[in-house]
């Protein structure tokens, strides 16, 4: 097929053409693109004696894989580079895709060919990998709604494009509510607290803004200093209710703009998914969502986070208790809120360990935390990463190619700032997936790595390195741990390489796995230099971190529980079309699990994106699913390390990746986690990572 050079979305011989862009290309390439595949898909339709994998499978999953990339590439720049543009032909295009994807997922007669391959004879002799993919999509047309008679399937298609239409809206507002609040502080006395980075960083962009003092946003490298260092409470307090009512009902009366309100968008959401369950033939989206997930019910998932929480509970209630009175003791802060959480906690953490969080950044500069990452996946996984060159999207963006026995296996891209028009958090997504073309050359798998740190700041006239808390350095190596997963897969079949067709709940295995490296004192060795001394991490600094690990455990892990019991029980036993209210029920599951509940402004649902702009609707619980599997594959290496063999145990590291990266999703996770661990998942290592064991 000719390659029109004129619109770098419609050529796939390599990589995206990110400086060729513009929005003006995405509506003829889209448009295309949808009319080549359903050409194909016309083609398959007519009836055959003999389906099979090459002249069925093949040509369907190589005219979807073309558009899958190229509105990858614009659902890319949508979260990254924001523009009034792009997001404009965003949303006109994304209806045509929508309404593409769910009808192929009704189409019948491709159905019934799926049917054909699993029910001839020769489907014993595919391999494991197109045996599940088969599978796969035999499930995946059924809960696309291709059983259902022709009204309804009308109606499942009309409710596939308002719900992708509304997350979409739902994203939009958060993104526009953050970027559009401001802080301008003018006397440096009110920042008493504040570290010099995150100040010089606020003064750098009230100057950009052409303002005077220092300029605060709802970033969270921006308003999280300020919760965490700053004296004055009643900063404290104004960027929490900022942060806490963004995008909602509440946060209508600072912004004055209610279109951002996303209270109407969740309750069509929710309407919405439990209309598509009653036309499957599901009680609640809940189980529909757990179909193609590793838990078996919505009251299994249920049953795990409530043991999670009573485990859990003795110990949040401690940490809270010994909170409240250093607060008020040592603080002078009578009745602790929302807003002194942080602050007091990081207060108590320096007096009980004698170190601040601050002092431990200093240590982290950006680029050797870069080096130390590189280092650890270089020796686990016997890989050499290597700096390359590519087309990107902004000029902080880097390049990076994986290499294996001096043969490209991988490449990522590093956007690692956080900056206007970049949706909040860390992320992987991947631009191309690993598979073998029909001309016989594996096509390999590229990356997306995002995350929203602090950029590189000049202070006192000197540029100085971005310098990462821990709890960023954690960030990085989680979202590398899901790059890894998509990019070290030696799987030849697009539909289960890397991280496509993994359980939902199994997903965040690798990066949480990943994390553990980020406490091991032989890897900080290799990953610190002070910004100014270059000296590594001291031991007896590290020795304090250690000791602080499972600070305030108890309570970040309730945390966890309560917001997937609240992203469980909306989409399990929630009547979107009764009189009881989102909040009503997230006050009812607070009331039960937590030990300190927010304040009544608190909006955190309205910019809860997980669960109602991303994947994670009644799958919030998979971190904490997928963290027991993630502790417990840990401690295969803190079992070597006790044989001598060493925090970055090269040969565990090759089982790891032979048995759980390489995989991918061809075979089932549970499967891959016995084949690792040589036995069922166990919670006895999460919880004693947690410094919970002792819990009955």
Same mark, same amino acid.
């Given at each position: 097929?000719?390659?029109?050079?004129?619109?770098?979305?419609?050529?796939?011989?390599?990589?995206?053409?990110?400086?060729?862009?513009?929005?003006?290309?995405?509506?003829?390439?889209?448009?295309?693109?949808?009319?080549?595949?359903?050409?194909?898909?016309?083609?398959?339709?007519?009836?055959?004696?003999?389906?099979?994998?090459?002249?069925?499978?093949?040509?369907?999953?190589?005219?979807?894989?073309?558009?899958?990339?190229?509105?990858?590439?614009?659902?890319?720049?949508?979260?990254?580079?924001?523009?009034?543009?792009?997001?404009?032909?965003?949303?006109?295009?994304?209806?045509?895709?929508?309404?593409?994807?769910?009808?192929?997922?009704?189409?019948?007669?491709?159905?019934?060919?799926?049917?054909?391959?699993?029910?001839?004879?020769?489907?014993?002799?595919?391999?494991?990998?197109?045996?599940?993919?088969?599978?796969?999509?035999?499930?995946?047309?059924?809960?696309?709604?291709?059983?259902?008679?022709?009204?309804?399937?009308?109606?499942?298609?009309?409710?596939?494009?308002?719900?992708?239409?509304?997350?979409?809206?739902?994203?939009?507002?958060?993104?526009?509510?953050?970027?559009?609040?401001?802080?301008?502080?003018?006397?440096?006395?009110?920042?008493?607290?504040?570290?010099?980075?995150?100040?010089?960083?606020?003064?750098?962009?009230?100057?950009?803004?052409?303002?005077?003092?220092?300029?605060?946003?709802?970033?969270?490298?921006?308003?999280?200093?300020?919760?965490?260092?700053?004296?004055?409470?009643?900063?404290?307090?104004?960027?929490?209710?900022?942060?806490?009512?963004?995008?909602?009902?509440?946060?209508?009366?600072?912004?004055?703009?209610?279109?951002?309100?996303?209270?109407?968008?969740?309750?069509?959401?929710?309407?919405?998914?439990?209309?598509?369950?009653?036309?499957?033939?599901?009680?609640?989206?809940?189980?529909?969502?757990?179909?193609?997930?590793?838990?078996?019910?919505?009251?299994?998932?249920?049953?795990?986070?409530?043991?999670?929480?009573?485990?859990?509970?003795?110990?949040?209630?401690?940490?809270?208790?010994?909170?409240?009175?250093?607060?008020?003791?040592?603080?002078?802060?009578?009745?602790?809120?929302?807003?002194?959480?942080?602050?007091?906690?990081?207060?108590?953490?320096?007096?009980?360990?004698?170190?601040?969080?601050?002092?431990?950044?200093?240590?982290?500069?950006?680029?050797?935390?870069?080096?130390?990452?590189?280092?650890?996946?270089?020796?686990?996984?016997?890989?050499?990463?290597?700096?390359?060159?590519?087309?990107?999207?902004?000029?902080?963006?880097?390049?990076?190619?994986?290499?294996?026995?001096?043969?490209?296996?991988?490449?990522?891209?590093?956007?690692?700032?956080?900056?206007?028009?970049?949706?909040?958090?860390?992320?992987?997504?991947?631009?191309?997936?690993?598979?073998?073309?029909?001309?016989?050359?594996?096509?390999?798998?590229?990356?997306?790595?995002?995350?929203?740190?602090?950029?590189?700041?000049?202070?006192?006239?000197?540029?100085?390195?971005?310098?990462?808390?821990?709890?960023?350095?954690?960030?990085?190596?989680?979202?590398?741990?899901?790059?890894?997963?998509?990019?070290?897969?030696?799987?030849?079949?697009?539909?289960?390489?890397?991280?496509?067709?993994?359980?939902?709940?199994?997903?965040?295995?690798?990066?949480?796995?990943?994390?553990?490296?980020?406490?091991?004192?032989?890897?900080?060795?290799?990953?610190?230099?002070?910004?100014?001394?270059?000296?590594?991490?001291?031991?007896?600094?590290?020795?304090?971190?250690?000791?602080?690990?499972?600070?305030?455990?108890?309570?970040?892990?309730?945390?966890?529980?309560?917001?997937?019991?609240?992203?469980?029980?909306?989409?399990?036993?929630?009547?979107?079309?009764?009189?009881?209210?989102?909040?009503?029920?997230?006050?009812?599951?607070?009331?039960?699990?937590?030990?300190?509940?927010?304040?009544?402004?608190?909006?955190?649902?309205?910019?809860?994106?997980?669960?109602?702009?991303?994947?994670?609707?009644?799958?919030?619980?998979?971190?904490?699913?997928?963290?027991? %599997? &993630? !502790?417990?594959?840990?401690?295969? *290496?803190?079992?070597? #390390?006790? @044989?001598? /063999? +060493?925090? %970055? &145990? !090269?040969?565990?590291?090759?089982? *790891?990746?032979?048995? #759980?990266? @390489?995989? /991918? +999703?061809?075979?089932? !996770?549970?499967?891959?986690?016995?084949?690792?661990?040589?036995?069922?998942?166990?919670?006895?290592?999460?919880?004693?990572?947690?410094?919970?064991?002792?819990?009955?």
């Amino acid at each position: 097929m000719s390659i029109d050079t004129s619109n770098p979305l419609l050529d796939f011989s390599g990589l995206p053409r990110f400086d060729a862009f513009r929005p003006e290309h995405v509506t003829p390439a889209i448009e295309q693109l949808i009319q080549e595949a359903t050409e194909v898909v016309a083609r398959l339709e007519a009836p055959s004696d003999n389906v099979s994998w090459d002249n069925f499978v093949v040509p369907l999953e190589e005219a979807t894989e073309r558009l899958g990339r190229a509105w990858g590439i614009v659902n890319h720049l949508n979260h990254v580079a924001d523009t009034p543009e792009l997001r404009a032909t965003y949303n006109e295009n994304q209806p045509k895709l929508t309404e593409f994807w769910t009808t192929l997922g009704q189409n019948e007669l491709l159905f019934a060919k799926y049917k054909a391959i699993r029910a001839n004879p020769d489907y014993v002799n595919l391999s494991p990998a197109r045996k599940r993919i088969v599978e796969n999509a035999l499930r995946d047309f059924r809960l696309g709604g291709a059983e259902l008679p022709s009204d309804k399937k009308e109606r499942f298609a009309a409710i596939q494009e308002q719900h992708a239409a509304i997350s979409t809206r739902f994203s939009e507002n958060v993104l526009d509510a953050t970027n559009d609040y401001k802080l301008i502080v003018e006397n440096e006395a009110e920042l008493a607290g504040i570290p010099e980075d995150a100040k010089a960083a606020a003064q750098a962009a009230a100057v950009a803004a052409g303002k005077t003092g220092y300029q605060f946003t709802l970033h969270f490298p921006s308003y999280f200093p300020v919760l965490q260092f700053a004296d004055n409470r009643q900063l404290r307090e104004t960027i929490y209710r900022a942060s806490a009512t963004k995008a909602s009902d509440m946060g209508a009366v600072f912004s004055e703009l209610e279109k951002w309100d996303n209270s109407s968008n969740i309750a069509q959401l929710l309407k919405l998914r439990d209309e598509e369950a009653k036309l499957l033939d599901y009680r609640n989206f809940a189980e529909v969502s757990l179909v193609p997930k590793m838990a078996e019910s919505p009251e299994h998932v249920i049953s795990f986070l409530e043991d999670l929480a009573r485990r859990a509970r003795p110990f949040a209630e401690k940490d809270l208790a010994e909170l409240r009175a250093f607060a008020k003791d040592e603080l002078g802060i009578e009745d602790m809120q929302a807003w002194d959480l942080s602050y007091a906690s990081e207060k108590l953490r320096e007096k009980r360990y004698a170190f601040s969080a601050q002092e431990v950044k200093e240590y982290f500069p950006e680029p050797k935390v870069i080096e130390g990452l590189f280092k650890v996946v270089q020796t686990l996984f016997s890989v050499a990463i290597k700096p390359d060159t590519a087309p990107v999207w902004h000029p902080d963006v880097r390049f990076y190619r994986i290499e294996r026995d001096g043969q490209l296996i991988g490449q990522f891209y590093f956007d690692l700032y956080a900056r206007a028009g970049k949706g909040q958090g860390a992320w992987m997504d991947d631009a191309r997936g690993r598979r073998m073309t029909t001309g016989g050359i594996v096509q390999t798998p590229v990356a997306y790595l995002t995350c929203n740190f602090t950029p590189p700041a000049t202070v006192d006239g000197e540029l100085q390195p971005s310098l990462f808390t821990h709890d960023e350095v954690t960030t990085l190596f989680h979202e590398f741990g899901h790059g890894l997963h998509h990019m070290l897969t030696e799987v030849e079949e697009l539909s289960v390489s890397g991280i496509s067709g993994v359980e939902w709940d199994a997903v965040e295995l690798p990066s949480q796995f990943m994390e553990n490296f980020c406490w091991e004192w032989d890897v900080l060795q290799g990953m610190t230099a002070h910004f100014k001394t270059g000296e590594p991490l001291p031991r007896a600094l590290y020795d304090k971190m250690l000791a602080a690990k499972n600070f305030q455990s108890g309570m970040q892990t309730l945390r966890q529980v309560e917001f997937s019991l609240i992203d469980m029980h909306l989409h399990y036993d929630f009547d979107p079309n009764s009189q009881q209210s989102v909040q009503q029920l997230i006050d009812d599951v607070r009331s039960k699990f937590s030990v300190m509940i927010p304040p009544s402004f608190n909006r955190f649902q309205h910019s809860f994106g997980h669960i109602f702009a991303g994947g994670y609707a009644a799958g919030y619980y998979s971190y904490k699913w997928a963290e027991v %599997l &993630s !502790a417990d594959a840990y401690a295969a *290496f803190e079992e070597a #390390i006790e @044989a001598g /063999g +060493g925090e %970055l &145990s !090269a040969e565990t590291g090759r089982r *790891f990746q032979r048995e #759980i990266l @390489a995989v /991918g +999703g061809s075979r089932p !996770a549970l499967e891959s986690f016995k084949a690792f661990r040589g036995r069922e998942p166990s919670i006895d290592a999460l919880l004693r990572h947690n410094g919970m064991n002792s819990a009955a």
